[in-house]
């Protein structure tokens, strides 16, 4: 088989007898049977094929089928937002007295899931340090079905052991379920190291420019089976139009990801020492405290560091007021360089001792590298923090 990199551009869905280069944008809520005893036999599931995008559809379809090369999954689905593939697998999979051990250090609407809508259905979660095996280990219980984290996390960069979680995991006959979305199959394939269900938030990397959402689970056949059947009937569907546009953003994940890396590894270099700056956090940088783990697990850096601006949300704020190229918003995952302060905004439902556990300060500020020269971002930085105490 080809590499990934190779597969990532030439796997594409089948051409239709137009013989087009670039695949065609399939915009259609149905399909058509040729009789009605075809239609019996599709919703008998006696025949495959495209009965209703909500169950499938071509663009979508090949969506799934890229990152499922990608990532090493066996099957997958494609929904509307990260969120909803994140809902999903818990809602889809989970009953009444099961139970979940998750890492702290989760996106803000992941961690609202487990700790405020699963438990309407008598599902628990326990939350332990991602970092701390030992904390994972003690929270297991007979009722435990899903151990979940990020790595790196979103916003606090912390690593999991992802190859030693799978092995506890499999110990414990547990099922390991990773937010790849940070690092995208190009920098850590969670399979490969024991997981057993990845899943991203393609609104990020995979799409990378910034237009639209999309979510994508993929993994072990048996545990994507009844995740499916709850995707087919309560109706999170990926649009055909977004997957035709991640797909084909998909052909460019490899060089960007390589290119972000190397820019967010050069300006957190750059801003490190910085008189206005109490930290600089970035996997690939010596100080981080996982940066073995990091440069074992990992090929690249990814695109994220985050910075601990001293002042806390007076100097954020002065700070973001005075850069001239690097926007301001609550998205990652873009071209362009994009700055956020996690406590005011997509944290800010946490309390703030909350916050403090996961490495959120007042101070912190995410920034999500984009493409831009270097050059240019190192000096908008330098210039903007030099502004903030004048
Ligand atoms: C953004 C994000 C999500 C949520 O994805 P949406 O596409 O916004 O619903 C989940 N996990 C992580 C790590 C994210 O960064």
Redo the contacts with the bound molecule.
Sequence with gaps: MAQKETLAIRAQAARSHNREHSVPLYLTSSFTFEDAEMGRAMFADEIEGNVYSRYSNPNVDEFIGKVCLLEGGEEGIAFA????A?FATFAGSLVAGDHVVASKAL?G??IQILNKIMPKWGVTTTFVDGHDLAQWDAATTDKTKFYFC?SPS?PGLELTDLRALSALAKKHGVALVV?N??ATPVIQNPIELGADLVLH????YMDGQGRV???ILVGRKDLIEPIRFFARHTGPAMSPFNAWVLSKSLETLFVRMRAHSENALTLAKALQGNPALAAVHYPFLETHPQYELAKQQMKYGGAILTIEVKGGFAAVNALTQHLEIASISPN?GDTRTILTHPASTTHSKLTKEERAEVGITDGLVRVAVGLEAIDDLIADFTQALAKINA
């Design positions: 937002s990260g969120m909803a994140i996106f609407s992941a990020e979103n937010d979305c940070f938030s393609a609104t990020k959402l999309g979510g990652l």
